[in-house]
């Protein structure tokens, strides 16, 4: 099982970015994916999810309405489109799969997810 993600880069404020994750060794079209990211010197967290089938999504609060996560099973591609960035998006992002297949729920907490992207920093300069 493993994810790869790509996609960071330097970018100015109110710019855009997409990162994608590329899956292999597991049946991508029946598990929910997360992004996940990082800033220096905080903790890991939640910042959108989509479920196995496309069809549900959630988001953080702090990127709600700026950012759009979204998958093509066909490609076991999971995508994160981040448009209007700020500084404070700056961080590692890391694409995630979570641990239960075919559930409906869409999940949030680290916890939930059992494989991880090496992730791809995203910096946004002022």
């Known amino acids: 099982v493993q994810l790869q993600a790509c996609g960071g880069g330097l970018v100015q404020a109110g710019g855009s970015l997409r990162l994608s994750c590329a899956a292999s060794g597991f049946t991508f079209s029946s598990y929910g994916m997360g992004w996940f990211r990082q800033a220096p010197g905080k903790e890991r967290e939640f910042v959108a999810a989509i479920a196995w089938h496309g069809g549900r999504t959630l988001y953080a609060d702090s990127v709600k309405g700026r950012f759009t996560i979204s998958r093509d099973n066909a490609k076991n591609t999971v995508y994160l489109q981040m448009n209007s960035l700020k500084p404070e998006d700056t961080a590692v992002y890391y694409c995630?799969?979570?641990?239960?297949?075919?559930?409906?729920?869409?999940?949030?907490?680290?916890?939930?997810?059992?494989?991880w992207g090496q992730g791809t920093l995203v910096t946004v300069s002022s």
């Open positions: 995630a799969k979570d641990r239960s297949r075919g559930i409906w729920l869409i999940r949030t907490q680290l916890s939930e997810y059992d494989t």
